[in-house]
Every structure is written in structure tokens, then in C-alpha cells.
């Protein structure tokens, strides 16, 4: 079918009359019909109206080298002319895929994540790592330990399995009698909500020992792993506070339980270090990654297997019977390591972590003395301004304002597109940003949050 042309509103018709949108309250994008994308470059998208778009969101936290990169359409061409797609089942593999493992195996932290599985989400990356995790301890003797530690906010994914990990109340309302058992969760480390009184270095000790505390309600051998993401993007950009990582990790060594970090947000320089495990000093005994992994540019996951782990499953395991007709295209293996090429060469990682991260979190701290803002954090191109009612005593406003909608739209009228968690107004722009986009950035920011304010019966 070649698609064709046509005005704004036959596309938003045939829209509303065919495509289901994740996360979407359909019966409002009948009332208010969606914005329709046609071109990107760079850190901008255009719609059929011809508007021009600053993506503060990097699509959905993925184009982190920008759109419209010819070498990575290049790279896709040129693997689907040579070898369009292999099975990686019955003893098949191709160079690919084996290129990619290597190179993530390379860049992990910790040198003991050797072993690479492929998928095409983070949602089954996720699911992945859980199977994996499960089977090692039956495998090791200690099939009782199945219970997985989580937190309240914590995104990890959409499937049943996925979503039970989230801590997002809404997704287990979704459908499927979530969370499924086995899986239990624990508060946020989030110092604003939690921690009021405590120094930051206090409350990261404190938020922290909430793991402790629910292994030992569960009993240490009951327990398999505790599941974190090093910052919560979804939940509105949480940023843990000193000291939270080195006393989970003690705490995890402490009970015998192990680590899986989700760095599918996090990962390929998001937090101005390749991983956001490099930034907070973790080494995870297993590790999701997507998003970032192709920037965007084709459907790629991997969950990462520490050496402990995956010689207990290859040793004893026999088939693992697992797995995606999908896993490892080599199309997406093929933009991935042009991605991660792209990103070493040009020092884009480490270029947000020497330059554009300390501009963000100037530029991101600024908003401390507006009226809406109770809270502004950040961690490398990752930040939240958490909007309050009243800033003295922490008041949200009512959740069926949708504060945090408001402002959003108030953003993109003005050209930029900023993320509503909630009521915390979230930024993750591409990381190849500049400092004059940067400006445009937080200009449109505050001019967002005043007209918020002054809709709210608030001076800005």
C-alpha cells in the first residue's frame, strides 16, 4: 500500500476510526483528535500543520542521538540487502547479533555481564530477566526463593508480568489481575515525598533499609531479586538520593538476593555516563536495556546475564525454553552497533556529562522559586519539576485537574514537547541538544508553568 497524502483532520479521522495508542483514553482523542507526525531531524518534529516541535521527551526517552541519522538508515539497508533476517533458534546465530553481544558485554559495568539475550522491548526484556532469575534458583537448589522486591513508581513494562513489576496502580487496573503474586513493592526513595526532616544523606540510608525491612517480612529465602531502575523516569524523573545504591547493594549481598537494574531509561548516556549504573556505582547481577540501544531508530532490547548466573542456567539447565522470533534481527542488531558507534566517536556521552548536563541542572534548579514548583531534580538529561498547590505544606492539587496536562499542553502550543507524569512535568531531551536549544527549552518551560500558575489563580 503506498500511503497517501492527505490534509490533517482525513488522517485524525482515519485515526480515531482504526488505531489503538498505548497509554490513551480514547474516548478523549474522539473529542480531541491526535497531532499527526510526518518528518523529524535533529531535536525537532514536524506535524501535518506544518508546527515545528522541540522533543523534549527524545520520543519516549529513545532518540538519544537525534532523529534523521543517515548512517543508521544506511546501516539497516545495507543488513537488509545482505541478510534480512535469521532465527537465532536450532543452533543458528549470525554476525550481527554476535557483534552486538560482544560490545555489550564490553561496555557493561561491573565485567561480569557476559551474556546477552536479544528481544524487542524493554517490556519483554524485563519479562526476560524475571524467567532467567527464577529458573537460576530452582537450578541452584533454592526454588523457594521467587519473590521479587519492587518500587512504588517504577516502570519495567506493559506485559502481565512487566506491569506487575511497575508500581504504577493504574496499569494493574488494567486488566489481568495484576499484579500477578510472587511480586511485592516497596516505597520510592523520593526525599520530597519521603523524606521531610532528613538530611539527604539520612533519608537515602532510611529508604533503602524499606528493602531490608520487606525481605526479612518475606524471608530472606523466599526472596530472588530486588528490581530497580537507577533513576524512575516514569514515576517523574525520582532521583535516589547519596548513599541509597551502596546501602541497597550492601543489603542485597547481606540476604543473598539479586540485583536487576533497569536500565532501558537509563542507559546509553542518559545520565551522562554510558549507564546509569556507572553513575551510581551499581554492578547488577542482571541488566535491561532498550530505548537508547538503537535510539530509536528500530525495535531492540537485551537483557545482560552476569557470569553467576548464566553458567548455572547453561551448566544445568538444559533448553531453556524461552525466547522471540525476533530475538537478535540482525537489522536491529546492525543500527544498534551503529548507534553505539555514533555515540563513541562523536563523544556524545561523555560531552552530556562534561557540558549539557550542568547547563540542565542549572537550567532545572532555576525553577526553585516558582510558584508551582515544590520540587526540581535532575540527573544528567533526566529531570522533573514536581507542580504543588502550596508549597509550604506539599499540597498536590486534586488529580482530576490534571494540572500536569494543562502545563503540558500549554508547552506544546508553544513548541515544545514536555511529558506530564502525573503532576511532575518531566524533560529527557535528545542528547545531542545544545545549549541555545536548551534555552529555548526552559523558556517555553517557565512561560508553560506561568500560564499554569495563572490559570490556577496563582501569581507566576
Same mark, same amino acid.
Given at each position: 500500500?503506498?500511503?497517501?497524502?492527505?490534509?490533517?483532520?482525513?488522517?485524525?479521522?482515519? &485515526?480515531?476510526?482504526?488505531?489503538?495508542?498505548?497509554?490513551?483514553?480514547?474516548?478523549?482523542?474522539?473529542?480531541?483528535?491526535?497531532?499527526?507526525?510526518?518528518?523529524?531531524?535533529?531535536?525537532?518534529?514536524?506535524?501535518?500543520?506544518?508546527?515545528? %516541535?522541540?522533543?523534549?521527551?527524545?520520543?519516549?526517552?529513545?532518540?538519544? %542521538?537525534?532523529?534523521?541519522?543517515? #548512517?543508521?538508515?544506511?546501516? +539497516?539497508?545495507?543488513?537488509?540487502?545482505?541478510?534480512?533476517?535469521?532465527?537465532?533458534?536450532?543452533?543458528?546465530?549470525?554476525?550481527?547479533? *554476535?557483534?552486538?553481544?560482544?560490545?555489550?558485554?564490553?561496555?557493561?559495568?561491573?565485567?561480569?555481564?557476559?551474556?546477552?539475550?536479544?528481544?524487542?522491548?524493554?517490556?519483554?526484556?524485563?519479562?526476560?530477566?524475571?524467567? +532467567?532469575?527464577?529458573?537460576?534458583?530452582?537450578?541452584?537448589?533454592?526454588? #523457594?526463593?521467587?519473590?521479587?522486591?519492587?518500587?512504588?513508581?517504577?516502570?519495567?513494562?506493559?506485559?502481565?508480568? =512487566?506491569?506487575?513489576?511497575?508500581?504504577?496502580? !493504574?496499569?494493574?487496573?488494567?486488566?489481568?489481575?495484576?499484579?500477578?503474586?510472587?511480586?511485592?513493592?516497596?516505597?520510592?526513595?523520593?526525599?520530597?515525598?519521603?523524606?521531610?526532616?532528613?538530611?539527604? &544523606?539520612?533519608?537515602?540510608?532510611?529508604?533503602?533499609?524499606?528493602?531490608?525491612?520487606?525481605?526479612?517480612?518475606?524471608? !530472606?529465602?523466599?526472596?530472588?531479586?530486588?528490581?530497580?531502575?537507577?533513576?524512575?523516569?516514569?514515576?517523574?524523573?525520582?532521583?535516589?538520593?547519596?548513599?541509597?545504591?551502596?546501602?541497597?547493594?550492601?543489603?542485597?549481598?547481606?540476604?543473598?538476593?539479586?540485583?536487576?537494574?533497569?536500565?532501558?531509561?537509563?542507559?546509553?548516556?542518559?545520565?551522562?555516563?554510558?549507564?546509569?549504573?556507572?553513575?551510581?556505582?551499581?554492578?547488577?547481577?542482571?541488566?535491561?536495556?532498550?530505548?537508547?540501544?538503537?535510539?530509536?531508530?528500530?525495535?531492540?532490547?537485551?537483557?545482560?546475564?552476569?557470569?553467576?548466573?548464566?553458567?548455572?542456567?547453561?551448566?544445568?539447565?538444559? #533448553?531453556?525454553?524461552?525466547?522471540?522470533?525476533?530475538?537478535?534481527?540482525?537489522?536491529?542488531?546492525?543500527?544498534?552497533?551503529?548507534?553505539?558507534?555514533?555515540?563513541?566517536?562523536?563523544?556524545?556521552?561523555?560531552?552530556?556529562?562534561?557540558?549539557?548536563?550542568?547547563?540542565?541542572?542549572?537550567?532545572?534548579?532555576?525553577?526553585?522559586?516558582?510558584?508551582?514548583?515544590?520540587?526540581?531534580?535532575?540527573?544528567?538529561?533526566?529531570?522533573?519539576?514536581?507542580?504543588?498547590?502550596?508549597?509550604?505544606?506539599?499540597?498536590?492539587?486534586?488529580?482530576?485537574?490534571?494540572?500536569?496536562?494543562?502545563?503540558?499542553?500549554?508547552?506544546?502550543?508553544?513548541?515544545?514537547?514536555?511529558?506530564?507524569?502525573?503532576?511532575?512535568?518531566?524533560?529527557?531531551?535528545?542528547? *545531542?541538544?545544545?545549549?541555545?536549544?536548551?534555552?529555548?527549552?526552559?523558556?517555553?518551560?517557565?512561560? =508553560?508553568?506561568? =500560564?499554569?500558575?495563572?490559570?490556577?489563580?496563582?501569581?507566576?
Amino acid at each position: 500500500m503506498t500511503i497517501k497524502p492527505l490534509e490533517t483532520a482525513q488522517w485524525q479521522e482515519l &485515526d480515531r476510526a482504526h488505531y489503538l495508542h498505548p497509554f490513551t483514553d480514547h474516548a478523549g482523542l474522539r473529542q480531541q483528535p491526535a497531532r499527526v507526525v510526518t518528518r523529524a531531524e535533529g531535536v525537532y518534529f514536524w506535524d501535518t500543520d506544518g508546527n515545528r %516541535i522541540l522533543d523534549g521527551l527524545s520520543g519516549l526517552g529513545n532518540v538519544n %542521538i537525534g532523529y534523521g541519522r543517515p #548512517e543508521l538508515a544506511e546501516a +539497516a539497508a545495507a543488513q537488509m540487502r545482505e541478510l534480512s533476517f535469521c532465527q537465532s533458534f536450532f543452533r543458528t546465530t549470525h554476525p550481527s547479533a *554476535i557483534s552486538l553481544a560482544v560490545e555489550l558485554s564490553a561496555l557493561a559495568p561491573g565485567g561480569r555481564l557476559n551474556y546477552v539475550f536479544f528481544q524487542t522491548s524493554g517490556s519483554e526484556a524485563n519479562e526476560t530477566a524475571v524467567r +532467567a532469575v527464577r529458573k537460576y534458583w530452582e537450578l541452584a537448589g533454592q526454588p #523457594e526463593k521467587r519473590i521479587i522486591i519492587s518500587r512504588d513508581s517504577a516502570y519495567h513494562g506493559s506485559t502481565a508480568l =512487566a506491569a506487575s513489576l511497575s508500581g504504577l496502580p !493504574p496499569m494493574h487496573r488494567a486488566g489481568g489481575d495484576l499484579p500477578l503474586p510472587g511480586i511485592r513493592h516497596i516505597k520510592a526513595p523520593y526525599s520530597y515525598l519521603h523524606g521531610a526532616g532528613l538530611s539527604p &544523606d539520612e533519608f537515602g540510608i532510611v529508604a533503602a533499609r524499606w528493602l531490608e525491612q520487606a525481605i526479612l517480612d518475606a524471608g !530472606p529465602e523466599r526472596v530472588a531479586a530486588f528490581w530497580a531502575e537507577p533513576v524512575q523516569s516514569a514515576g517523574g524523573a525520582i532521583v535516589p538520593p547519596p548513599g541509597y545504591w551502596s546501602e541497597i547493594q550492601r543489603i542485597c549481598r547481606k540476604y543473598d538476593v539479586l540485583l536487576a537494574i533497569d536500565e532501558v531509561v537509563c542507559g546509553f548516556g542518559r545520565t551522562g555516563a554510558w549507564f546509569g549504573s556507572d553513575t551510581y556505582a551499581i554492578v547488577p547481577d542482571i541488566m535491561q536495556l532498550g530505548k537508547g540501544i538503537t535510539s530509536g531508530y528500530a525495535p531492540l532490547s537485551a537483557t545482560l546475564l552476569s557470569d553467576r548466573i548464566a553458567d548455572v542456567l547453561i551448566e544445568r539447565g538444559g #533448553e531453556w525454553a524461552h525466547g522471540f522470533t525476533y530475538s537478535g534481527h540482525p537489522t536491529c542488531c546492525a543500527v544498534a552497533l551503529a548507534n553505539i558507534r555514533i555515540l563513541r566517536e562523536e563523544g556524545i556521552v561523555e560531552r552530556v556529562g562534561r557540558e549539557t548536563a550542568p547547563l540542565f541542572k542549572a537550567a532545572i534548579e532555576s525553577f526553585a522559586d516558582h510558584p508551582l514548583i515544590g520540587d526540581a531534580r535532575c540527573v544528567g538529561l533526566i529531570g522533573g519539576l514536581q507542580i504543588v498547590r502550596n508549597k509550604t505544606t506539599r499540597e498536590v492539587f486534586p488529580s482530576e485537574q490534571q494540572i500536569g496536562e494543562y502545563c503540558s499542553a500549554e508547552a506544546l502550543k508553544r513548541g515544545l514537547a514536555l511529558r506530564a507524569n502525573g503532576d511532575t512535568m518531566t524533560l529527557m531531551p535528545p542528547l *545531542i541538544i545544545t545549549p541555545a536549544q536548551l534555552e529555548f527549552v526552559f523558556g517555553v518551560a517557565r512561560e =508553560a508553568l506561568d =500560564a499554569t500558575a495563572h490559570a490556577c489563580g496563582m501569581a507566576a
